[in-house]
Structure formats: structure tokens, C-alpha cells
T-cell receptor, first 113, second 114 residues
Framework: DTEVTQTPKHLVMGMTNKKSLKCEQH?????MYWYKQKAKKPPELMFV???????INESVPSRFSPECPNSSLLNLHLHALQPEDSALYLC????????????FGPGTRLTVL | KNQVEQSPQSLIILEGKNCTLQ??????????LRWYKQDTGRGPVSLTI?????NTKSNGRYTATLDADTKQSSLHITASQLSDSASYIC?????????????FGTGTQLKVEL
């Protein structure tokens, strides 16, 4: 299995909702990433997990809460989001945090009403 | 400051034509440069990676070049196809330093038309 999967593909939520994005990989990668991408912009790094521990938090607001239950799974818990948080959320993984290539999932298109 | 700039911002070409996308960077110290293709609403997919000692590398109809002295890279697409319509992102990795070592370019939006 050489792919990163993400669910759901699309998500519409209100500002008072609580939802979660899920990411899974079975390539044995030990580093996993969350990116946020607005239209016509490059992906912006949010979080990095290395060996299931949070390695990098790029000053992301606390309404985004990452979780790495095990080496294959990465979640992003969402609460009290704002309309400007609407974006494509990409998950990626790599062999190690310093590995050259990151493999990206297809993303979750999030719309906050 | 580590930056990656791409040009043009967008490009429209006819099917079958060739095109070249540019990437200029100031990332230092340089480790490698990777070109990604991103279809609309999908995650980026790696096309090729260039290290310091490499000048040219091909992957099918895609040919990447790197001039480490001038800190420039290009991606040449030959005999374009409709399926080449996508965003092409240049990503540069630096060697040292803590935190995020990747700098993403702003991308070139390519549209191939009949």
C-alpha cells in the first residue's frame, strides 16, 4: 500500500460544530504532517508528528487540535472554526521527519459556514 | 529569508505544445529541489527531485534543470496533453536548522487547451 488516505473528502460545518479529519498510511512512515491550502496558494505546514510525538506546531490556533493515536493514523480535531478556516486540508507522510520525499493524501475540502 | 518564487503565475498553452516553468529560490543552505504536480482538489504528486550535483533530470515528458550557482530551476513539459493541466509547485529543502525545512513556491497554474 503506497498511498495516504484521507476522510472525509468533503466536510461542511458550522462555527459551533466539532468535527475531525482523519488520515491513514500503511507505508511504515514515522513522520506525518498536516497542511492547510487555500485556493491558488501553496500548502502551509500546520503540524508535524515524528514517531507519534508532536515535533512541529507552526503557531496554529488552538481550535485545531492534532492527534496521532498510532504510527499509521493522524487526526485533526476541529472546534469553533471560523469561515476563513475553509480550505483544502492535506495530510502527508514520510519515512522520517528529515526524509526527502513527502507523500500527500488527496485532501479534505473543508467549508465553514 | 528563505523564499521560492515561481513564474509565470499562470499559463495557457495548446495541446501538443511545449512549455517551461521557472523556479528561483533563496533557500540556504540548499539540500534539494522537488517539483510537484497538483491536480485541482487533489494532493501534490512528486515529479522529480534535483540535488546539488544534478543539472538535468527527466521523467517522461517532464525535464527538470537546476543551476545551483544562480539558484534557478526549470521544468520543461514536452508535447503537452490535456491531463497536464494542473498546478506545478517547486519545493526547496534546506540542509540544516530546526523546524520546517521545506519552502514551497507559489505555484504555476498550467492550462492545456485543444
Amino acid at each position: 500500500d503506497t498511498e495516504v488516505t484521507q476522510t472525509p473528502k468533503h466536510l461542511v460545518m458550522g462555527m459551533t460544530n466539532k468535527k475531525s479529519l482523519k488520515c491513514e498510511q500503511h507505508m511504515g512512515h514515522r513522520a506525518m504532517y498536516w497542511y492547510k491550502q487555500k485556493a491558488k496558494k501553496p500548502p502551509e505546514l500546520m503540524f508535524v508528528y515524528s514517531y507519534e510525538k508532536l515535533s512541529i506546531n507552526e503557531s496554529v490556533p488552538s481550535r485545531f487540535s492534532p492527534e496521532c493515536p498510532n504510527s499509521s493514523l493522524l487526526n485533526l480535531h476541529l472546534h469553533a472554526l471560523q469561515p476563513e478556516d475553509s480550505a483544502l486540508y492535506l495530510c502527508a507522510s514520510s519515512q522520517e521527519e528529515d526524509s526527502n520525499e513527502q507523500f500527500f493524501g488527496p485532501g479534505t475540502r473543508l467549508t465553514v459556514l | 529569508k528563505n523564499q521560492v518564487e515561481q513564474s509565470p503565475q499562470s499559463l495557457i498553452i495548446l495541446e501538443g505544445k511545449n512549455c517551461t516553468l521557472q523556479c528561483n529560490y533563496t533557500v540556504s543552505p540548499f539540500s534539494n529541489l522537488r517539483w510537484y504536480k497538483q491536480d485541482t482538489g487533489r494532493g501534490p504528486v512528486s515529479l522529480t527531485i534535483m540535488t546539488f550535483s544534478e543539472n538535468t533530470k527527466s521523467n517522461g515528458r517532464y525535464t527538470a534543470t537546476l543551476d545551483a550557482d544562480t539558484k534557478q530551476s526549470s521544468l520543461h513539459i514536452t508535447a503537452s496533453q490535456l491531463s497536464d493541466s494542473a498546478s506545478y509547485i517547486c519545493v526547496v529543502r534546506r540542509v540544516t536548522g530546526g523546524g520546517n525545512k521545506l519552502t514551497f513556491g507559489t505555484g504555476t497554474q498550467l492550462k492545456v487547451e485543444l
